[in-house]
Every structure is written in structure tokens, then in C-alpha cells.
């Protein structure tokens, strides 16, 4: 037993030192879960020609603000400056965030940033799509919540970016290593 016991404390202490993994990793799934939801989602309020990168459609109004859009006829021209600023920021974000911790630079500030966007998302999911339903609970039964459950992955993901990083493929290290 004791043997078996060195054993296993001898392979948790390598994996100890595999400081790279977990970043990288995470980095990993990001990319293979989220990039390219993020990348389409955002292809989808852009306006037609290159003009659509500051002349959003109608489409991204209903998705960032249903409730408001509805209150002004689906006439994305009688909304504010406000709401076409958050509907820029949010258009932009959802291709400039993904891919820095794609690339893996300015990673921990992209991912703070996401974790915002995310609640973000959720809260307007729930407030301005009424998506309750999907809602979920936590320590239930059920694992496929795409709120709480989903986002909360994601969320999780994001946050070990924030606190160790892109990992050492990844231009921060190159970044880095110049100074």
C-alpha cells in the first residue's frame, strides 16, 4: 500500500508542476467550444457591405434590446445614441474578445472582459427575451441549464485565463519575453 501510495504522490507532484496545462488548456476549449458561436453570433448583427461594421441591423437591436426595439415599431433608426453604442460595443466585442484569448493576447483583460459580456448575455437572455425557462438550477438533477449550467462553464474557463493567463503558446509570453 505504501508503494502504491508514493507512486500516486509522485505523479500529482509532476502534474503540480505543469503550470503550462491548465491555461492552455482552457485556451483550448474556448477556441473549440466558444470561438466560433461567438464569431457567427456577431456576423449576425453586422449591416450589409463593410458599412456594417458601424451600421449594425435591425437584427442586433432584437437581440441586445428586444423590449426597446419592439417599443420604438422595430424601427432600429428611433432608438438612441445609447443603444446604438451598446449594440457597436457589443457587435465589436463578440469578434475583437474571442479573438485575443484565441491568439492569446491581452488575455486576462479579454476574458474579464467576456465574463462581463456573458452576464451581460444572460441578463438580457432572461430580463429582455424571457428565456425563464432556461434558467436551470444549480444541484439539481438536470445539467443542460443553458443559463446557469452552460454559461457557468464558460464563465469558469474564463476565469483561469484571468488568473493564470493564455499559457506559453501564446503572444502574451512572446510579449513577455521581451522585456
Known sequence: MTAL????????????????LIPTL???????????????????????????LWTPSTGAYAQIWPRALEAAGYDSDAMSWFHYAVVIAGTWGEFILPTLIAIGLFTRLAALGMIGFVVVLSLTDVYGHGLTAEIGA??????????????????FL??????????????????????
Open 26 to 52: 482552457a485556451r483550448l476549449l474556448f477556441a473549440a467550444i466558444l470561438l466560433v458561436y461567438l464569431l457567427n453570433s456577431g456576423l449576425t448583427k453586422l449591416g450589409p457591405g463593410i458599412s456594417g
Open 138 to 155: 444549480w444541484f439539481d438533477r438536470f445539467p443542460d441549464a443553458i443559463i446557469l449550467d452552460q454559461r457557468a462553464l464558460w464563465v
Open 158 to 179: 474564463l476565469v483561469v485565463m484571468v488568473i493564470k493567463g493564455a499559457g506559453p503558446l501564446s503572444f502574451d509570453r512572446a510579449l513577455k519575453s521581451r522585456q
Open 5 to 20: 501510495l508514493s507512486l500516486y504522490s509522485a505523479l500529482t507532484a509532476r502534474l503540480e508542476k505543469a503550470d503550462w
